[in-house]
Each structure stands twice: as C-alpha cells, then as structure tokens.
C-alpha cells in the first residue's frame, strides 16, 4: 500500500499563474478530503468527496478554487488565477467508509509558495 | 464557537516523562470520534490514536493513551515515557456525523508543539 501521494511536493509559482494540485487516494477509500494549512488559519477542510462526488465546498474559500475527481484513483485541486494569500500546505486526505472507525490517511502534502 | 479547543500552544517535558496534552471539543451529536495527529517538522500528518464516542474505556495505542471524559467533553493524550523524537506539533481532531457518513469530516484543533528535552 503506497498510502496517499500528492504530488508535486513543492510548487512555486508567479501570481496569477494556474497551479494545479494532484492526489491519487489509497485503493478502495471511499472519501478524499482536500485541506489547507496555514499558520495563520491552521489546517482548514477546503472539500470533501464521495464515491467521487463532491459532498462539501462550503471550505473552498473563492471562486478560484475548483476541485474534480474524475475518478476512484485521482484527484485534482487548481488555482486560477494564484494569489499570494493562497501560499500554503495543501494536504489530500482519504478513508474508507466503515462502521465505527474512519481511518483518515493523509498525504504528504504539496507545499505551494506564489511569489 | 470553537468545535475543538487545544488551549497549550506549546508545552516542555523532560525525556522519559509523561506529558499531557489538553483538548475540549463541542458537539450536539451523540456519534462522534476524536483523533490525534502527530505532525513532525518533516510536515507529514501521521495518525497516533482514536477513541470513538461510544467507547466504554479510554483507547491506547502503546505509549499513548487517550484521557476520554464524555461529561466534560474533554479527550486529552498522554504520552507516557517521552522520546526526543516524540517532539513535534499535535492535533486533535474530531468527526461528527453518525455512522451514516454524511458529515465524515475532520475538524482540527489548533494544535499544540511539543517540546522533548534531555
């Protein structure tokens, strides 16, 4: 199991370019989560999907957010145009629906600085 | 108002000793779990331990325990017997939403950075 990977680990990029975030869950997870993490905010949920459908966006903070997941195996978060207030962590997250424990596994995040 | 309130910003604690790290949360619903996270400098979320909300005794997960106290809305973790590279900043987190799925978010608290010193 290769656990969650995001990828890339780091991007830095010119205010308002497009930047683009990827996440591939762990096989069989039925929920991904994309979150933001700042010192200023801490680590704040931006969206949630279901069996690839977006449940929850109430986090995403602006119509420059969008977020897709095509399919079981891939995520994606983008950012058009990048502001650099968008500077952050951004972690994908997915669990598996079980009764019970929901065991959350997160990635190892996409470090992004809009310079 | 807050759902999950860590109210240590940071805290110290001696090698080898125990430490305890306060977290309160807030719900109206009577199915919730509460989770721990651990975050190295390294950045990476690593999951420590869960106690779920109809759990009878105090979960444990080898030198972790989780202190649940349902009346006080209270779930603190002890770590016992403290290594240097326990160091790291702490989050504790909650679910709400049943067992249905439909609210099968996590909401972190603020966290708390732990110190191990020699």
């Known amino acids: 199991d290769a656990g969650v990977i995001q990828s890339p680990r780091h991007e830095v990029t010119e205010m308002g370019q497009e930047v683009t975030l990827r996440c591939k869950p762990i096989?069989?997870?039925?929920?991904l989560f994309w979150y933001r993490q700042t010192m200023m905010r801490g680590l704040e949920l931006l969206i949630y999907?279901?069996?690839?459908?977006?449940?929850?966006d109430s986090g995403m903070p602006e119509d420059r957010f969008s977020a897709k997941m095509p399919n079981a195996s891939f995520s994606t978060l983008k950012i058009q145009p990048s502001e650099p207030r968008d500077s952050a962590v951004y972690f994908c997250a997915s669990s598996p629906y079980r009764q019970g424990y929901y065991g959350y596994t997160f990635g190892s995040g996409t470090r992004l600085t809009v310079v | 108002a807050q759902k999950i309130t860590q109210t240590q910003p940071g805290m110290f604690v001696q090698e080898k000793e125990a430490v305890t790290l306060d977290c309160t949360y807030d719900?109206?619903?009577?199915?919730?779990?509460l989770f721990w996270y651990k975050q190295p400098s390294s950045g990476e979320m690593i999951f420590l331990i869960y106690?779920?909300?109809?759990?009878?005794q105090n979960a444990t997960e080898g030198r972790y325990s989780l202190n649940f106290q349902k009346a006080r809305k209270s779930a603190n973790l002890v770590i016992s017997a403290s290594q240097l590279g326990d160091s790291a900043m702490y989050f504790c987190?909650?679910?709400?939403?049943?067992?249905?799925?439909?609210?099968?978010?996590?909401?972190f608290g603020t966290g708390t950075q732990l110190k191990v010193e020699l």
């Open positions: 096989s069989g997870h039925d929920y």
């Open positions: 987190a909650m679910r709400e939403g049943g067992l249905t799925g439909g609210g099968n978010k996590l909401t």
């Open positions: 999907f279901n069996n690839n459908v977006p449940i929850d």
């Open positions: 719900t109206s619903d009577p199915s919730y779990g």
């Open positions: 106690q779920g909300s109809y759990d009878q």
